[in-house]
């Protein structure tokens, strides 16, 4: 009986063990008492060398004003796009930056579109209004259009996550989670901008 007891144990302390290995962030956000209910990265950046892109990504969505865009408006440019929604807070620290970065290359072939995964127009322009973000965003909630044109390529996988689209229409860089500050997006625009096309 005691080799049966100290078996049993031995079972419950291993798969203590074990299950201590594995990773759920939303179990750890629970376990330590948050409500955030969002996986963001931890501002990772991936560069993708020009050989190695592919195709160009096409895309078409309508934006908080009401406008259609697609990927053949940007063409030529270097477009940068930041998936985003108002109740991130991660989003919200960015914008200032995103803006700063956009206001940095007016008049240079760069364009900022914004992809609001989750709110409806009108939060969209509240959001931008309040934190004085000049761009639109495109409204992706209801179709997902932008999320599925890239998710076979670099996939947005946390939000916020901003892509660096070349003048080719490929994507040249993502960083996974926020910016944090200016400089890390600003050098991959100005590389993306630098290489021929």
């Keep these: 009986m005691k080799r049966a007891l ?55 969505g309508e934006t908080d004003a ?16 930041n ?16 803006e700063k970065v956009n206001q940095s290359f007016a008049g240079d072939k760069v364009s900022f579109l914004g992809v609001n995964v989750r709110d409806q127009a009108a939060q969209s322009l509240s959001f931008a209004k309040t934190l004085g973000v000049t761009y639109p965003s495109v409204m992706d909630a209801d179709e997902g259009n932008l999320l599925l044109a890239f998710s076979g390529t670099v996939a947005p996988n946390a939000v916020p996550t ?13 960083i996974l989670g ?8 600003t050098t991959l625009i100005t590389d993306a901008l630098a290489e021929d096309g």
Excluded: H, M
Excluded at 67 to 77: K, L, M
Excluded at 178 to 185: C, H, Q, V
């Design 178 to 185: 926020g910016i944090e500050g200016t400089s890390n997006l």
């Design 83 to 98: 998936f985003w929604y108002a109740g991130c807070p991660p989003c919200r620290v960015e914008a200032p930056d995103l």
């Design 6 to 60: 100290s078996a049993a144990a031995a079972l419950v302390a291993l798969a203590t063990l074990l299950s201590g290995c594995a990773s759920d962030p939303l179990a750890e956000q629970y376990a330590d008492g948050t409500t955030k209910n969002y996986i963001s990265g931890e501002g990772t950046i991936s560069e993708i060398k020009p050989a190695d892109r592919g195709e160009p990504i096409a895309f078409e």
């Design 162 to 174: 901003t892509l660096v689209i070349d003048k080719e229409g490929r994507v040249a860089a993502r």
């Design 66 to 81: 009401g406008d259609t865009v697609t990927s053949a408006d940007f063409a030529g440019e270097v477009l940068v796009l």
